[in-house]
């Protein structure tokens, strides 16, 4: 899984002008972080005082899931380039269509610690700030030609930029900004430039995009495609609005969802209970933020703390003491030991069939279509959610995949075999890799196959049939509503 070991220390830092950031290679785990300058004034211009850092140095690869690594994992820090294999297919074969989900870039904490103050997080955007993009400043200045774009029913009541100088809850950072105008940059470079997939005089009916009502989520997905159509025509994009953050769409009613989503829930609680070293560090923390422990767990306080840690800005102190990396460690180790409990239990994978059926039907539906001759809605972008890429993730069966990070892509190419029009292909990337293989599809045809892509048929059935098999069902109607003892 990527570099490994890892040597995490507290320094105090005395002077204020000096915080800590990786060096691109420490992304990779090959780096360490350093200490860069950089000015921070308080309200009336005052220095603020010398607080301490989280420094972390990072060296070769862990052998096992590691708290700190798979932290910054999914802060997902831009550097100045976005890789990945997209697009990367056998000589003589065609690329027929493109359809993305992605998980909004970095955002403002959805939960605050009671008692502390919020990580002081400036939203509003600043080209000469790190980290930033060389479109950014124009895509700043083109603010109001996007209002140009349709945008449906409440898309229309959201600010197209974020733009408070004191983050709002939920709201879209300048490093989330900067996380999708590197993917749409890099999309752009792969699907656009390489493959020609829309023509320069492309037409509204070849991009379909869709986003929920959240800002982060409109934000971002405005920013993807600003990098990937860089003469974009505002007028012609139109953002559909969905409302599910499961994109479920009209298709919502499954009562055997919600039955597996609370059995998944019970499992989370079972779990944490048991873990002795996770409810102490809730009873120290609780104490050192003067609230009970229980109303200190149902504040959520790992998304704050990860917004923390993302941004290296320090853990909340009180009079009573600081909240710190030994803490955060604790909370974060355990996130991870629940995600392999949930893939051993498959009470998650049950939830996530019935969740993601709905869009992965749209999609197998929309893709059948192009191969048959169909030349709209080529491309296809989805702005959601981690609650949205995860479950998608785990009913395609794939078992290595790591949780959604800020800015996570997942895309679907289809493929045409340039010698025989009959053959058509599938390959799925998460985050530029392709997992294609690992899906419960496609798993098995690689042994045999005389392709480096997995048949589009595969996909197909899958959606149709196979995806209600462990249900005792053959269609999605009965998978909801059938009872199972």
């Not at 493959?195 to 991009?207: A, G």
């Not at 049950?350 to 929309?366: C, G, S």
């Not at 045809?445 to 899958?462: D, G, V």
Request: some cysteine; charged content about 25%.
């Amino acid at each position: 899984m990527g570099p490994a070991g890892y040597r995490a220390r507290e320094r105090r830092v005395e002077d204020p002008r000096w915080r800590a950031q990786k060096s691109p290679k420490g992304r990779n785990g090959s780096g360490a972080v350093h200490l860069i300058p950089v000015t921070q004034p308080k309200e009336g211009g005052m220095v603020a005082k010398a607080r301490k850092r989280i420094l972390v140095d990072l060296y070769t690869a862990p052998p096992r899931l590691d708290p700190i690594y798979e932290a910054y994992q999914y802060c997902n820090v831009p550097n100045k380039t976005d890789h990945g294999l997209e697009g990367n297919a056998p000589p003589d074969y065609k690329l027929l269509s493109v359809h993305v989900m992605i998980r909004h870039g970095d955002r403002y904490p959805l939960y605050a610690i009671p008692k502390t103050k919020p990580p002081p997080i400036d939203c509003t955007l600043i080209p000469n700030r790190e980290p930033s993009h060389r479109l950014l400043e124009n895509f700043i200045k083109n603010r109001n030609i996007a209002t140009a774009c349709q945008l449906d029913g409440p898309l229309n009541n959201i600010a197209l930029l974020p733009s408070h100088t004191v983050c709002e809850m939920g709201e879209l950072t300048q490093i989330g900004v900067v996380q999708h105008l590197l993917n749409g940059e890099h999309l752009h470079d792969t699907y656009i430039k390489k493959h020609k997939l829309l023509p320069d005089n492309w037409t509204t009916r070849q991009l379909y995009v869709e986003s929920t009502g959240k800002s982060r989520t409109l934000q971002s997905g405005l920013a993807l495609l600003y990098s990937l159509l860089p003469k974009l025509d505002w007028g012609k994009i139109r953002v559909r609005y969905q409302w599910s953050t499961i994109f479920c769409s009209n298709s919502c009613d499954c009562p055997m969802r919600n039955h597996y989503l609370e059995q998944e829930q019970r499992r989370q609680y079972n779990l944490r209970v048991k873990n002795s070293l996770l409810e102490q560090t809730y009873v120290n923390m609780a104490k050192i933020v003067g609230i009970p422990t229980r109303r200190l767990r149902a504040a959520n306080p790992i998304d704050s703390l990860l917004c923390h840690f993302c941004h290296n800005v320090s853990f909340p102190c009180t009079e009573y003491g600081c909240i710190n990396l030994d803490h955060f460690k604790v909370i974060k180790a355990h996130q991870l030991e629940d995600e392999r409990d949930r893939q051993r239990k498959k009470l998650y994978y049950k939830y996530a069939l019935l969740a993601t059926h709905p869009i992965l039907n749209q999609t197998a539906t929309r893709m059948q279509q192009i191969t048959q001759g169909k030349k709209d809605e080529i491309f296809a972008l989805y702005s959601a959610h981690d609650v949205t890429v995860a479950p998608l993730l785990s009913a395609l069966g794939i078992p290595d995949a790591s949780f959604p990070r800020f800015g996570a892509r997942i895309i679907f190419e289809i493929w045409q075999n340039g010698k025989d029009k009959r053959q058509n292909f599938i390959r799925i990337l998460y985050n530029g890799n392709d997992v294609t293989f690992q899906t419960s599809f496609c798993s098995g045809h690689k042994a045999h196959s005389k392709h480096l892509l997995c048949p589009f048929e595969n996909f197909l059935n899958f959606v149709r049939r196979d995806m209600f098999a462990v249900f005792n069902s053959t269609n999605y109607y009965d998978a909801c509503h059938r009872r199972v003892f």
